[in-house]
């Protein structure tokens, strides 16, 4: 597609093709916020920054809201939009959140990003952080 894209992720932005990437995106989120205190997801974004074409529209964001109520462990501060690009849906959640740690599904995640070798791509991961106690679980 030769669109103008939303580019690529970074340590503070994920895509996902559609909603059943939902709890994966969620996850992708508390790690963000747990290392940069922010986050943006783009739900019906390919890994190519462009739209993955999944119908998406205003009736999805009641259950986006819902999922991250049931799997987040105190909530960020968020918006959760229906956007476009290309004529095209997308559902954007934008967050902020300094009251870290955050948790999804009780585990504590952290985002790790770095620039590949030609110094252009960027390989993202999440990965539970084993250092935190057990009694930090749920707090």
Not at 53 to 76: F, N, T
Request: charged share 30%; proline share 4%; net charge negative.
């Amino acid at each position: 597609m030769n669109g103008m894209g939303l580019g690529k992720e970074n340590g503070t932005t994920c895509f996902a093709a559609g909603m059943g990437e939902l709890d994966d995106s969620l996850k992708a989120m508390t790690a963000m916020l747990n290392r940069s205190n922010r986050a943006e997801i783009l739900i019906g974004i390919g890994p190519d920054g462009e739209p993955s074409g999944e119908d998406l529209s205003e009736d999805d964001i009641p259950e986006v809201v819902r999922r991250m109520s049931a799997k987040i462990d105190h909530l960020p501060e968020y918006s959760v939009n229906l956007d476009s690009l290309e004529g095209r849906p997308f559902i954007r959640i934008s967050a902020r959140g300094y009251e870290t740690p955050y948790t999804f599904d009780g585990w504590f995640y952290i985002r790790k990003c770095r620039l590949t070798r030609d110094g252009q791509s960027h390989e993202v991961r999440e990965e539970w952080i084993q250092t935190l106690t057990c009694a930090m679980v749920r707090h």
